[in-house]
């Protein structure tokens, strides 16, 4: 006997079959009926949990948000760690949650989200301005410490650094995902660290 499923597990099954889909064919070209197809329902079915595509995409980057959210609280309790090895565990297990969910650059840089869905939009918006958030906070405490030039921007440095990530994943992208993302973003992160650092003669003085 078949166990009917909660609507709870239909959401979350709705909502992965999506990030899958997204991935495969891209967030522009998915339609409601691929997604019912792939998760086992008619369309009315789906549109009883979702009544609408674009609250499909809403519940999509909830999910995100929360992973997101996530990795960084798991990075901030590194408490033990100085600012600047936080950041960077910050950075990487963000760059990590990209390469696990590689349909986030496609939906970052998709229609739906610029052109289509004004919710979506925002919600992505303030993600990325609570990310800023926290790498903001990491800057300002490792220049109280020293540890960063005393004259560095610390918001335009925090936009320097997820302007690497977002280039870097959307080259990733393109690129068929020929590169290793995490390895190749620390690797220019410490190259951005190098510019934020004291001179000797700073450090000296």
Request: proline letters at 4%; hydrophobic letters at 45%; aromatic letters at 6%.
């Amino acid at each position: 006997m078949r166990v009917r499923k909660t609507a709870d597990v239909r959401k979350q099954e709705i909502v992965e079959t999506t990030l899958r889909l997204a991935d495969k064919i891209g967030p522009d070209r998915l339609t409601t009926e691929m997604i019912a197809r792939e998760v086992g329902l008619s369309q009315p079915g789906i549109f009883r949990h979702f009544p609408k595509k674009e609250n499909i995409w809403e519940a999509v980057a909830l999910v995100l948000s929360e992973r997101m959210g996530k990795v960084w609280q798991e990075a901030e309790e590194e408490s033990d760690q100085a600012p600047l090895e936080r950041l960077r565990e910050l950075v990487r297990r963000h760059l990590q949650l990209i390469e696990d969910t590689p349909a986030l650059p496609a939906i970052l840089f998709s229609r739906e989200m610029h052109l289509e869905n004004a919710a979506l939009r925002e919600a992505f918006f303030g993600t990325m301005n609570r990310f800023h958030a926290h790498l903001l906070k990491l800057l300002e405490q490792a220049k109280s410490q020293g540890l960063l030039r005393p004259d560095l921007p610390s918001k335009d440095a925090a936009f320097l650094i997820i302007g690497i990530i977002q280039s870097l994943a959307l080259r990733w992208s393109l690129s068929g995902r020929s590169m290793n993302l995490v390895k190749t973003g620390m690797r220019l992160l410490d190259l951005q660290f190098a510019g934020f650092a004291c001179m000797q003669d700073e450090v000296a003085s």
